[in-house]
């Protein structure tokens, strides 16, 4: 049965898809994510020419990020849909980006270029953990999010994937202006605090929702079979 849609504004419309359970964790969520991938994306190769990479090996070596976000992406998708807790899978890899961060700097700042193999396990590592959430959010949870309304807010699928998305997106267009600053004027450990941040930040903000899930009926979500 196809419910008739109710006259409201593009205003009423848009508020109606933030007062959806979850809408707002996840968008505030997915704005660090973003910002944490992207200043890897766009930045990494220059961190490298930094510790002593040249330009063309730095982009080969930055490559691994991609390889990286491929396999947390299916991984993380993969967990989600058997625990059936995404903001659990989620909030647990962004955390986990912390001591990844931290270790790669001091790693990378130790060994210079003698450490070719472990930057690119690293970079292996550095891509899947903050890629597969953001890769998560922005599709299947955003998917389901929208598509979990019922009555007359069960039309704003696309409105709720667009505010999700587009809050991503504005932690990505921060994190250029945001990385060029805080690395010329404090540098790159500097730049890597701020990373940690964002990376804590990202998994405490669905502290709401890994509560719920994990109190939702059944066995906790690793647990279920």
Same mark, same amino acid.
């Given at each position: 049965?196809?419910?008739?849609?109710?006259?409201?504004?593009?205003?009423?419309? #848009?508020?109606?898809? $933030?007062?959806?359970?979850?809408?707002?964790?996840?968008?505030?969520?997915? #704005?660090?994510?973003? $910002?944490?991938?992207?200043?890897?994306?766009?930045?990494?190769?220059?961190?490298?020419?930094?510790?002593?990479?040249?330009?063309?090996?730095?982009?080969?070596?930055?490559? #691994?990020?991609?390889?990286?976000?491929? $396999?947390?992406?299916?991984?993380?998708?993969?967990?989600?849909?058997?625990?059936? +807790?995404?903001?659990?899978?989620?909030? +647990?890899?962004?955390?986990?980006?912390?001591? @990844?961060?931290?270790?790669?700097? @001091?790693?990378?700042?130790?060994?210079?270029?003698?450490?070719?193999?472990?930057?690119?396990?690293?970079?292996?590592?550095?891509?899947? $953990?903050?890629?597969?959430?953001?890769?998560?959010?922005?599709?299947?949870?955003?998917?389901?999010?929208?598509?979990?309304?019922?009555?007359?807010?069960?039309?704003?699928? @696309?409105?709720?994937?667009?505010?999700?998305?587009?809050?991503?997106?504005?932690?990505? +267009?921060?994190?250029?202006?945001?990385?060029?600053?805080? +690395?010329?004027?404090?540098?790159?450990?500097?730049? #890597?605090?701020?990373?940690?941040?964002?990376?804590?930040?990202?998994?405490?903000?669905?502290?709401?929702?890994?509560? @719920?899930?994990?109190?939702?009926?059944?066995? /906790? /979500?690793?647990?279920?079979?």
């Amino acid at each position: 049965e196809v419910l008739p849609r109710p006259a409201c504004s593009p205003l009423q419309t #848009f508020c109606r898809a $933030l007062r959806i359970p979850g809408v707002l964790e996840y968008s505030a969520s997915l #704005f660090f994510m973003k $910002l944490v991938c992207y200043s890897f994306t766009y930045w990494l190769p220059y961190y490298l020419g930094t510790v002593g990479f040249g330009p063309e090996e730095a982009g080969y070596l930055s490559s #691994f990020i991609d390889v990286g976000g491929i $396999l947390g992406g299916v991984l993380l998708g993969l967990l989600a849909d058997r625990s059936g +807790a995404p903001a659990l899978m989620c909030a +647990a890899c962004m955390v986990a980006c912390v001591p @990844a961060l931290w270790g790669y700097r @001091a790693l990378s700042a130790a060994l210079g270029t003698n450490g070719r193999s472990l930057n690119a396990v690293c970079m292996v590592l550095l891509g899947a $953990l903050p890629n597969g959430p953001y890769t998560l959010v922005s599709n299947s949870v955003a998917v389901d999010l929208g598509l979990s309304v019922r009555g007359p807010d069960a039309h704003l699928l @696309a409105t709720t994937i667009a505010i999700i998305d587009a809050t991503g997106s504005l932690g990505a +267009a921060v994190q250029g202006v945001a990385v060029a600053w805080v +690395a010329s004027r404090w540098g790159w450990d500097a730049v #890597f605090h701020v990373l940690i941040c964002c990376s804590l930040m990202s998994g405490l903000l669905l502290w709401r929702l890994v509560r @719920a899930e994990w109190r939702g009926p059944g066995p /906790p /979500p690793l647990l279920r079979p």
